[in-house]
């Protein structure tokens, strides 16, 4: 490993900057072409719904991070937690929603989709850890299933990353508490009118953790290469990722109240994963023409024990989960503008591609990280193509509207270890979206927007008639489920010092059917109604100060009585709040704080059940030289030690009763921590 980032790091030359362009490829058609270097406040006459908006590197570069998955926490009301290894993905919560590892919220990165189809673990799945933040240009998020680009998991929301094509030349060491160690190097060139792009990262994490040493060991690496091409701009991106950890899962409450082990223990110590993923992505973009194309090559194996005796009294509960795949995909639009009469309209027309080939998707019950059993073993191959339109018109000088049209196609085919669950499935669905905008004053815009959407289920729950846990027979699912989404909001900005956004929202969901990974078959649910109010502001009282307060609060229920069910969604989230405390100083050093604070959780369909709120701290100092770098943060300031995730289900413990029994389970936050990061440009 040492050796590929001494290959990497010597081929690092001189930094040259450049500006940033938009994420999303249907804003690069419609919107002007602008750089971001923190948050893009001014949206006024550029956005088409309240809850969208554009962060850039400047500020991502403010913020300390835990995890890498946490950048996802720029997004207003997006809370990003961790129940396992560092290695995993995390858990995420959004309007609403327990996201589980990904589900009904849509992420890309160089237009890549990080969204796993049908995967091993869970539907959805998405995992950041391959993402080096400090290479990301730019975030594009959009709450919402507003725009006709937006398809497969993105009924709550869609998040598109930026990768930068010139960065800052350097090196920096990060060290910290319990063992934490992370190298980056980073650095571009000019070659004429091409830029290339090269970073390497390393990172080694032991974890607080008192009877489970995490023993994360992550390399990544990037290269990219971009240049005028014609009349756009042309890249291509390889990535590379290679991780393994042991994992502190979740843990019962009653094991820590007898004493049978502390906060930060572990029950099965012999659980935790390998991942790794490796990419090539290419773009070229224009005023009227946009395309990128992909190929992925994903692999996971994931051990985890989550009921420890409850199963399996003689061998324990602990499972493996597997997914090895290929994913290939493009996506190819058109943009043209003409005048309709007085209505000044532009179009964006658009299709994508994607197609998962999935060699082994499978579960076993393990021992100790050893094979027992198949519960299911299963080979798929899923396919989906989508034709989508977008016109927005200019009704006058503060009238516009826009609508969509798109449609999506899915074609799955399953090879299974149980021969009737084999089979194929097709399925199709047609999705309308559409808002209007009116700025009524040179400092307001109003939006009203609507749209349908929807999320796939896993491609094994069309064709799976016997369940492979208990051998009873079961229907097949539907592959697509809608969603129906509608959002009235209003934002101010006064060009001077304050920046506000506010938006009432509301959406429905056919079902909640998902497929649970852990028992290799699908959990059905009932269908499902959120809605809730979002307050983004941001205020910069002088030149050196700034403050940025973000609030979500929501309710969620299930619309379909069942019995013995109550009607609250189970893990959703109540109510979020982030706010951020900025001083730059006019000599360069600067200091940054940040409060989160997620409310009480509901654990259950009755709420008699539910978590406390959590409230964690950090903080940054950085000091500059014209050639060093030296930073400190602070994270978790009040040693809070509220639970990052809580669930409550039933488990037993060695001389319990054989049903188990019902408890809460927990992840403890991880202790107050320091790391001090120290980086030399060149």
């Known amino acids: 490993m040492q050796a590929k980032f001494q290959h990497v790091f010597s081929g690092m030359l001189l930094l040259v900057a450049a500006p940033i362009s938009l994420a999303d490829p249907l804003s690069a058609h419609i919107l002007e072409q602008i750089s971001v270097k923190g948050r893009q406040t001014d949206l006024l006459g550029l956005a088409s ?18 995890r890498s998955g946490e950048i996802l926490e720029f997004i207003p009301g997006m809370v990003v937690t961790q129940h396992s290894g560092s290695g995993k993905a995390n858990q995420y919560f959004l309007r609403g929603f327990n996201l589980d590892h990904g589900t009904d919220f849509a992420s890309y990165i160089d237009g890549m989709p990080v969204n796993m189809r049908s995967h091993g673990h869970g539907q959805g799945y998405t995992d950041l850890s391959f993402l080096i933040p400090e290479l990301v240009s730019q975030i594009d998020y959009q709450k919402g299933a507003y725009h006709a680009n937006s398809g497969d998991f993105s009924a709550a929301g869609i998040a598109r990353f930026g990768i930068q094509n010139r960065t800052r030349n350097e090196a920096e060491l990060t060290v910290g508490q319990d063992s934490y160690r992370r190298l980056l190097a980073k650095g571009s060139s000019t070659h004429g009118k091409a830029d290339v792009l090269l970073a390497a990262e390393l990172q080694q994490y032991a974890g607080p953790w008192t009877d489970i040493a995490e023993d994360v060991d ?42 049978l082990i502390d906060a930060f223990g572990s029950l099965d110590t012999s659980v935790g994963g390998e991942s790794s993923r490796n990419s090539v992505s290419a773009s070229w973009y224009s005023d009227a ?44 639009s058109h943009h043209w503008h003409h005048q ?50 977008q016109s927005t018109v200019q009704l006058d000088s503060n009238w516009n509207a826009h609508f969509g049209l798109r449609y999506d196609y899915f074609n799955v085919d399953i090879q299974s270890d149980t021969p009737v669950n ?84 509301y959406l429905q969901m056919d079902s909640e059917l998902l497929y649970v990974g852990d028992a290799g078959t699908n959990e059905p649910s009932r269908a499902s109604r959120r809605y809730g109010v979002e307050l983004a502001a941001y205020y910069w009282l002088n030149s050196n100060w700034s403050l940025d307060t973000e609030l979500a609060l929501t309710r969620s229920r299930f619309t379909e009585p069942a019995a013995d069910e109550g009607n609250f969604v189970d893990g959703a989230l109540p109510m979020v ?106």
């Open 49 to 66: 719904s309240a809850s969208e908006g554009l962060v850039g590197d400047a500020e991502i570069a403010d913020r300390p991070l835990l």
């Open 289 to 332: 023409w946009q395309w990128h194309a992909y190929a992925i090559q994903s692999e996971l194996e994931l051990w985890s024990n989550f009921t420890y005796f409850l199963n399996d009294p003689v061998n324990g509960d602990q499972f493996e989960q597997v997914d090895q795949r290929w994913i290939y995909g493009g996506e190819l």
């Open 577 to 682: 709040l982030s706010m951020g405390l900025i001083y730059k100083a006019d000599s360069p050093w600067q200091l940054s704080m940040r409060l989160r604070h997620f409310g009480k959780r509901t654990l259950d369909s009755f709420n008699l059940q539910r978590s406390k709120a959590t409230t964690t701290l950090n903080a940054g100092y950085r000091y500059e030289w014209p050639r060093w770098r030296l930073s400190l943060e602070l994270l978790n300031i009040l040693d809070s030690d509220n639970s990052d995730i809580d669930y409550f289900y039933a488990s037993r413990l060695p001389g319990e009763p054989a049903e188990g029994v019902e408890d809460r389970h927990s992840h403890p936050l991880e202790p107050r921590t320091a790391r001090l990061k120290l980086a030399y440009r060149f």
């Open 422 to 505: 084999s089979g194929s499935a097709t399925d199709g669905i047609a999705s309308l979206k559409g808002g209007l905008s009116y700025q009524f004053a040179p400092n307001w815009q109003a939006y009203l927007n609507a749209g349908q959407g929807f999320h796939s289920n896993d491609a094994r729950g069309a064709t799976t008639v016997i369940d492979p846990q208990s051998g009873e027979s079961v229907d097949p699912v539907d592959l697509l489920v809608r969603t129906n989404g509608a959002e009235l909001g209003l934002r101010f900005f006064d060009y001077s010092a304050l920046n506000v956004s506010v938006a009432l929202w």
């Open 340 to 389: 309709f009469g007085e209505f000044a309209v532009e179009h964006v027309v658009g299709v994508q591609l994607r197609y998962d080939d999935i060699d082994e998707v499978g579960l076993y019950n393990t021992q100790q990280r050893q094979r027992l059993s198949t519960v299911r073993s299963d080979i798929v191959q899923q396919g989906s193509a989508a034709l989508y339109s």
């Open 218 to 259: 992550k390399l990544n690496l990037l290269a990219r290469y971009s240049k005028p091409l014609g009349s756009g701009q042309f890249a291509v991106t390889l990535m590379a990722y290679d991780n393994n950890w042991n994992a502190a899962d979740q843990i019962p409450q009653r094991a820590v109240s007898q004493g």
